[in-house]
């Protein structure tokens, strides 16, 4: 099963003293000729250095799930789609998978992850990864992320509560329907391919699936996070950087 970051494998970078030492400079957005994806992505070079691996992998697996998503766009026929808004479901359990709320450095990687997406200038096309805000706010509208983090959305004029409703049925049993959705990502033929660390996250999400299913469904739904493997274990600045080249972008 799925289960969180080790500390020791790849702790997150000290928290902060204070909120105000969090304040990140801008950056220029690279134009997607400069990329090797041949579009822009949410994958900061300047968050990567600071936070690391976690936050590295974090981005990747957004972006190679948002690239599943457009790739099954452009191939299924309507009646094959999946669920409107699944690259949000997905996304959110692989922050509640790797990521501890009660940790403060975990917070700190993800909610400055999401920060740097929501103060990037508004553009025709998202870039690929940019469900992860959504992701952190369906976990915090559910409870399962603390509610102060909703200052992060504060630029929203009007929440996204309405769509994400449509993710009801995925909640149900969380575990099984993240697993059909991580194996339907390992099928996808994207090219490049996904990342190495975000195909293992897409396997152990299916694993997961298939364990619950073999110990009779216990542990699905809402509360199905708990003793789930940790994504993150074993993983070397080689792969970082690796991810780097491959998902570049500002």
């Known amino acids: 099963m799925l289960a969180r970051v080790n500390d020791a494998d790849a702790p997150p970078p000290a928290p902060p003293d204070s909120p105000a030492k969090r304040v990140r400079a801008s950056l220029p957005v690279a134009s997607p000729r400069s990329e090797k994806l041949g579009a822009v992505t949410i994958m900061d070079r300047e968050l990567a250095a600071q936070l690391g691996v976690p936050?590295?992998?974090?981005?990747?697996?957004?972006?190679?799930?948002?690239?599943?998503?457009?790739?099954?766009e452009?191939?299924?026929?309507?009646?094959?789609?999946?669920?409107?808004g699944w690259e949000v479901f997905l996304t959110a359990q692989y922050l509640r998978a790797?990521?501890?709320?009660?940790?403060?450095?975990h917070r700190m990687v993800v909610e400055d992850a999401v920060q740097a997406v929501m103060d990037r200038p508004a553009r025709s096309e998202p870039p690929l990864g940019a469900q992860l805000p959504f992701a952190l706010y369906e976990l915090v509208r559910r409870g399962l992320w603390p509610e102060d983090a909703a200052s992060v959305f504060t630029a929203w004029r009007k929440k996204p509560d309405a769509a994400l409703d449509d993710l009801a049925p995925l909640w149900d049993d969380a575990i099984v329907a993240a697993g059909e959705l991580a194996h339907a990502c390992l099928q996808c033929d994207l090219d490049p391919p996904a990342a190495p660390p975000v195909q293992e996250a897409w396997g152990r999400f299916h694993l997961a699936a298939r364990a619950a299913g073999d110990d009779g469904d216990e542990g699905a739904g809402d509360d199905g996070a708990e003793g789930e493997n940790a994504i993150l274990d074993d993983?070397?600045?080689?792969?970082?950087?690796?991810?780097l080249d491959d998902e570049d972008d500002v």
């Open 235 to 243: 993983e070397t600045e080689d792969a970082e950087e690796g991810i």
């Open 74 to 84: 452009e191939v299924l026929v309507e009646d094959d789609q999946l669920a409107f």
């Open 55 to 72: 936050y590295v992998h974090l981005a990747a697996f957004a972006i190679d799930t948002d690239r599943v998503r457009a790739r099954f």
């Open 98 to 105: 790797t990521f501890d709320p009660a940790h403060e450095g």
